[in-house]
């Protein structure tokens, strides 16, 4: 009965709110889900924040560090999402450090040059941008409003990214190298971003039965694909994929492989700095005991002297 | 180089190099909202280094902003000593920014009544940001001050440490008291009767000991650091340096 | 373990004039820190004006279950509304 009416109010594009009933398996997938998003956001402020302090000019500073400042603020918008479902952010942190809990494999790759800071914002943001779109109309109420205003805050994020490749592009020869050689190392682990194919994605039909995901993962990077090439054209890179090639029929352009063997070698822990981010994660996360005790000690004794 | 170019370039670097220290903590606070916040404040701490780099490449005549910040060797920096101290750990870095944050607002609200229009300018701006910076410091420092054993013993140790470098704020040298005459720069000596109230006030709250004033550190003016700066510098101006013909 | 932060709901005004809306929770160990990681977190774009916290135990939800019972028997009080009103052909103000 109970789920019958579930899936009723699904068909009928009616968000699920958290004190609504819901299939355990729903509610387990979103957890999943919205906390593997939610460890991206903040996993993700890594490599970025790799090249916060070596920034060439104070305004490049600025923007590079408010942009990395938001991915903490989405990273708690969708914990806080994520917390609606009865499961405390500790216990989120906690599954991330045991390896419980995964990060998108994109930020295991390392930022190697400033144009990565270009690399990542304008295809790392522009695949995540075209996801969380989609994700705007996911079943689940708080999710859904966190994507809303995600995606409203991110509009600038791809863009400076594009920045700084057209900039590097038009640079000198060093720097227009520096672009190019982001853009090919950052091209296939932003497409397979996306994760992998439709026919290898067990979850994906539950997913879409029940509006969590709205667009298969084809579907998305098809998308993402796109709207990029064209945007290489215009700053004069070059896609490393010699089997791009517009299809007439399709309307849309067709790619070639990706590399599945090394998109599950970097799932499964051996990218090239998953040990690195995990590291640092909790370092950061231990260093801060204390400080996290000690405001708890003294909110403790303020309420004793209130009470 | 005019009087009032070196003074606006003093003011620029320690905002600078205090926005760089804050802007390493990214990633690596102690809460997600605690990360943030230094983000933010980091963020103020540019956007006022901008500001007075601005007016100073104005000035000066030559050269930009950015090649002020970037283009300058360590002996050409005229920050304050204490805004280049590592963040060590979380006390220590909110020690450190409440012992400049009291100085600064302080300064602040002195240089916004400066004869010099756009001093005065960017001084009320910055005093905004500067009060929150203070608040947030200054919270933080009677949080950890009065709560663990363990977190009273790091902040007060911080506090011994980052002690001597309090005295370089109330120094006058010759150009301050040129600018002063001209009604353009504050009298730093007379900051120090209500820094001291301030930070006494705070202090007490806090359940903390002021240390003892014994060896004040000096330098800052004349472009003297401690090493720290060096390290600073080499790494945020890397690009700027690699790549001298490139625009960014 | 480390034992669960206090969450906090946040609640923005975003200008003057009008009314406070959910913004979203953060976690603070004090009603101070509540209302500084507050102000970090939602209003990095000029978003507010005032900011209410208030600690999210403190918050009483209706049920789901009782949603017929709450909010259905206003729906036949059409009275409530001026639409349900004729007025006057040419009668103006009003």
């Known amino acids: 009965m109970n789920e019958k009416y579930f899936q009723d109010r699904i068909d009928a594009e009616k968000k699920i709110e958290p004190k609504d009933w819901m299939p355990d398996d729903y509610r387990k997938h979103l957890i999943r889900q919205i906390s593997q998003h939610a460890h991206s956001e903040i996993i993700g402020m890594q490599p970025e924040g790799n090249w916060i302090t070596r920034a060439p000019s104070l305004r490049a500073k600025m923007i590079l560090l408010a942009k990395v400042q938001d991915e903490a603020g989405h990273g708690l918008y969708l914990y806080s999402a994520c917390e609606t479902l009865g499961i405390s952010r500790e216990k989120l942190v906690r599954q991330l450090h045991e390896g419980k809990a995964k990060y998108s494999s994109i930020f295991n790759y390392p930022t190697l040059s400033w144009a990565d800071m270009g690399a990542v914002g304008w295809l790392v943001d522009g695949a995540a941008i075209v996801n969380q779109v989609s994700l705007q109309r996911t079943s689940y109420g708080p999710y859904s409003r966190g994507m809303v205003k995600i995606c409203k805050e991110e509009s600038f994020h791809q863009r400076q990214g594009y920045e700084i490749m057209a900039e590097m592009a038009k640079g000198t020869a060093e720097q227009k190298a520096m672009a190019q050689d982001a853009l090919n190392r950052f091209w296939w682990p932003s497409i397979m971003m996306f994760g992998p194919q439709d026919s290898d994605s067990p979850r994906t039909g539950n997913a879409m039965k029940w509006k969590i995901k709205r667009q298969t993962n084809d579907a998305l990077r098809q998308d993402f694909i796109d709207k990029t090439v064209g945007q290489a054209e215009v700053i004069g890179l070059t896609i490393p994929d010699p089997d791009l090639k517009w299809n007439e029929v399709r309307q849309s352009y067709d790619f070639g492989e990706m590399n599945w063997d090394e998109f599950w070698s970097v799932v499964n822990g051996n990218g090239p700095c998953n040990k690195q981010r995990l590291a640092h994660h909790k370092k950061a996360h231990d260093q801060g005991k204390w400080v996290r005790d000690a405001a708890k000690a003294y909110a403790k004794k303020q309420e004793l002297v209130a009470n | ?248 | 373990m480390e034992e669960n932060a206090t969450v906090w709901e946040v609640f923005i005004q975003s200008k003057n004039g009008l009314a406070h809306k959910h913004a979203g929770n953060v976690h603070a160990s004090d009603k101070v820190m509540a209302l500084e990681n507050a102000r970090e977190l939602y209003t990095r774009r000029n978003e507010g004006s005032c900011i209410w916290v208030i600690k999210s135990e403190y918050i009483v939800s209706s049920e789901t279950e009782d949603s017929e019972a709450f909010f259905d028997p206003s729906n036949d009080k059409m009275y409530r509304h001026p639409t349900f009103y004729t007025m006057p052909e040419g009668s103006k103000h009003i």
């Open chain 2, 1 to 248: 180089m005019s009087s009032l170019f070196t003074y606006t370039l003093r003011i620029a670097d320690s905002s600078l190099i205090l926005g760089q220290r804050m802007s390493e903590w990214c990633s690596n606070g102690p809460t997600l909202e605690e990360d943030i916040a230094m983000s933010n404040i980091s963020l103020d701490m540019f956007g006022q280094a901008n500001g007075f780099y601005q007016y100073a490449a104005q000035l000066d005549g030559t050269k930009s902003a950015d090649e002020l910040a970037f283009r300058r060797n360590e002996r050409e920096f005229f920050n304050h000593q204490l805004v280049e101290q590592e963040n060590r750990d979380f006390g220590t870095t909110m020690v450190r920014n409440f012992l400049h944050d009291v100085f600064n607002f302080l300064f602040y609200t002195e240089l916004s009544k400066s004869k010099d229009e756009t001093l005065s300018a960017l001084a009320s701006k910055s005093l905004k940001e500067v009060k929150y910076h203070l608040r947030h410091s200054s919270n933080w420092l009677v949080r950890l001050g009065d709560g663990t054993g363990e977190s009273n013993t790091k902040v007060q140790d911080a506090l011994k440490e980052l002690w001597m470098y309090t005295g370089e704020l109330f120094e006058m040298d010759n150009l301050d008291t040129e600018l002063l005459n001209n009604g353009i720069a504050v009298d730093n000596s007379a900051l120090k009767s209500e820094w001291d109230s301030i930070v006494n006030k705070t202090l007490v709250k806090a359940k903390l000991t002021r240390p003892e004033d014994a060896y004040m550190a000096t330098g800052g003016k004349k472009g003297l650091h401690t090493e720290y700066l060096g390290f600073i510098l080499s790494e945020m101006q890397f690009l700027q340096r690699a790549y001298p013909d490139a625009k960014w």
